[in-house]
């Protein structure tokens, strides 16, 4: 029988490849707890009958307010084998954000997990009218709010009472209808209801199934957020699908301690996890002096050439062969082993990725896959594989996808994993979804003679400065951003004469240079504000200026005493910048480098 929904998904995982640890997650004593496929099934089937004895019918909403945990997966799987639309929500919404959505989506219920999430709920409760019932994971003692146990209880007790026929644990779905929405994270604007249906979902875990040895693999980590449609995706279906194990990590600060733990084989990330581990990677280098140091950057020189070779299917000379042995025993398995010592694959999604990153990891041995696609596209239209990749590509389109570039440089895709469109904005879907199905991504890139997509920049994102010239603010940022000392970097100039930057150093770091170099500054602020450390960083501006055209070079820098956050609104919950909220709080650091414009430098 053909998988044509999500539900289908699941139902041929715990029938074709049941395990034991189907999931996994701490307990209250910090041990790892399996769910096996049999148990996950005997819940969600308990799930869909107590929603259904709630009132839940086909087609209705049902909001999932919570961190990653084993609860958080059984339940988005339970309502959709109800036949009701799952509305993720990002727990670290404040409860006006997390009303604005409820309110726009209308859900019959909510599930939440912590006592903060109940209490968020409480405060906005009053303003949604929609929302009849209130489930919490864990207990609280606020009021009119149903135990995540006692639904299972009332709904196995249905279950005992009517047990459903082999191959019925689902209410029956059109593969063509919502299963899910998703609201953007909101980078330019108010967020979106992005409906996605069971085809959309279901092709893109398909078309992902065919590239990579999931199937052969054992387990993964799961810690981008469930919310995340990356980690819902792929993190969460398609490890389901595939037989794969997953385990939750307990927190994002436990992911370094878990990994050691877990010994996963697959692990799904955005770039900043990549570029936090290859940062401390040249950190320890650095610190540990010579010849830890020359070795070590010898070692990354090695792992670049081989990689690109690899890549490009060049022949691997004997004595780079032999270099790269060296370097294994040396560094590489040193690196592998804090990642437990067993990955295969890691899979980078929803931001660039440098190609120096990428390119010292593969030739590590730790193969990552960049990959490129939207909420709307459920997420993937591109992505490199294990066999085929070009770095500082995103890869070929998947599967039944199509790419074509506008005359204005935008990528446009077509394909079976497009969002049906905007929950209750048919005017902002007619905007970037036509009626032929191509998808306006509102990203600017190429595609090369072999099929391979480059993303140059967010179309809105461009910088136009006051002589006409429009730069991609991104490609900067993603130089400036491998160098150890910084943390975070927002590069400004539209409409001004020149670039420049807002950078948050990496205060670890900058602390140590500063402890090494005697200079007396204890607080964030006090570092920022010495000039030795102002030189500092106008020397590694005047080094990264050395790889960029005259235009595109940042002619000034202001340090930042503090990083962006999402809680300040700059950044959001998938941890993009948000440009405009950022401009808007530094503007006056922003005037400050800019106090008489100066011609442009011309390339």
């Not at 102002?534 to 000034?556: A, H, M, R, V, Y």
Request: glycine residues 8%; contains cysteine; aromatic residues 8%.
């Amino acid at each position: 029988m053909p998988v044509q929904t999500v539900p289908d998904l699941f139902l041929t995982a715990v029938h074709d490849k049941p395990r034991a640890d189907c999931f996994s997650s701490r307990d209250a004593q910090g041990r790892w707890q399996p769910v096996s496929s049999a148990e996950a099934l005997r819940r969600v089937r308990a799930l869909r009958r107590g929603l259904e004895s709630l009132g839940v019918k086909p087609g209705d909403r049902v909001a999932l307010l919570a961190e990653n945990r084993v609860e958080w997966a059984l339940t988005d799987l339970g309502i959709q084998c109800a036949g009701a639309i799952s509305v993720p929500i990002y727990p670290t919404l404040l409860p006006d954000a997390i009303a604005q959505i409820l309110a726009d989506c209308g859900p019959v219920a909510v599930f939440l997990s912590t006592g903060d999430q109940a209490a968020k709920i409480h405060q906005i409760r009053g303003s949604l009218p929609s929302v009849r019932d209130v489930i919490a994971f864990d207990r609280t003692e606020l009021p009119d709010i149903l135990s995540f146990g006692r639904l299972l209880e009332i709904g196995q007790n249905l279950v005992d009472q009517d047990p459903p026929a082999p191959r019925d644990d689902c209410a029956a779905a059109d593969p063509e209808a919502p299963c899910s929405i998703i609201y953007t994270s909101g980078t330019t604007g108010t967020p979106k209801g992005v409906v996605l249906s069971h085809r959309n979902f279901v092709s893109n875990v398909l078309a992902i199934q065919d590239q990579f040895p999931f199937a052969r693999l054992d387990r993964c980590l799961s810690f981008l957020p469930l919310s995340h449609v990356l980690e819902r995706m792929a993190g969460l279906y398609t490890m389901v699908y595939a037989g794969v194990g997953i385990a939750y990590a307990e927190r994002m600060d436990t992911v370094p301690r878990d990994i050691l733990e877990v010994k996963p084989e697959i692990l799904i990330s955005v770039p900043r996890l990549y570029e936090k581990i290859y940062a401390k990677a040249v950190g320890t280098a650095m610190g540990a002096g010579w010849p830890k140091r020359d070795i070590f950057f010898w070692s990354r020189r090695v792992a670049m050439d081989w990689a690109r070779r690899k890549a490009d299917g060049t022949p691997l000379p004997t004595g780079l062969r032999l270099q790269h042995g060296l370097a294994d025993r040396l560094v590489y398995r040193k690196l592998r082993a804090r990642l437990g010592g067993k990955i295969e694959v890691m899979v980078s999604g929803g931001a660039p990725l440098s190609p120096k990153i990428n390119l010292f990891f593969n030739g590590a041995g730790l193969d990552i896959c960049e990959g490129y696609g939207l909420t709307e596209t459920s997420p993937v239209l591109t992505c490199n594989t294990p066999a085929v990749k070009r770095y500082g590509s995103v890869g070929r389109p998947v599967v039944d996808t199509e790419i074509r570039i506008a005359p204005d440089g935008e990528i446009l895709a077509r394909g079976p994993q497009v969002m049906i469109g905007y929950w209750n904005k048919p005017e902002a879907t007619a905007e970037v979804l036509a009626p032929d199905g191509w998808f306006a991504t509102g990203d600017i890139g190429k595609v090369d003679e072999d099929g391979f997509v480059f993303i140059t920049d967010r179309k809105k994102d461009v910088i136009v400065t006051a002589g006409g010239k429009n730069i991609a603010p991104q490609p900067i940022e993603n130089r400036f951003q491998t160098n150890k000392y910084v943390s975070q970097v927002v590069v400004v100039g539209d409409s001004r004469q020149y670039l420049s930057a807002l950078v948050v150093p990496d205060f670890a770091t900058v602390g140590g240079y500063a402890a090494a170099q005697g200079l007396n500054a204890a607080t964030p602020a006090e570092l920022v504000a010495h000039p030795a450390v102002q030189e500092l960083f106008q020397q590694q501006l005047d080094e990264l200026n050395t790889e960029l055209p005259g235009f595109s070079q940042i002619k000034k820098c202001s340090l930042l005493e503090q990083e962006f956050t999402q809680e300040a609104g700059e950044l959001t919950p998938t941890m993009k910048v948000k440009r405009f909220a950022i401009a808007r709080k530094y503007r006056d650091v922003i005037a400050a480098m800019y106090p008489v414009e100066a011609p442009e430098d011309e390339d």
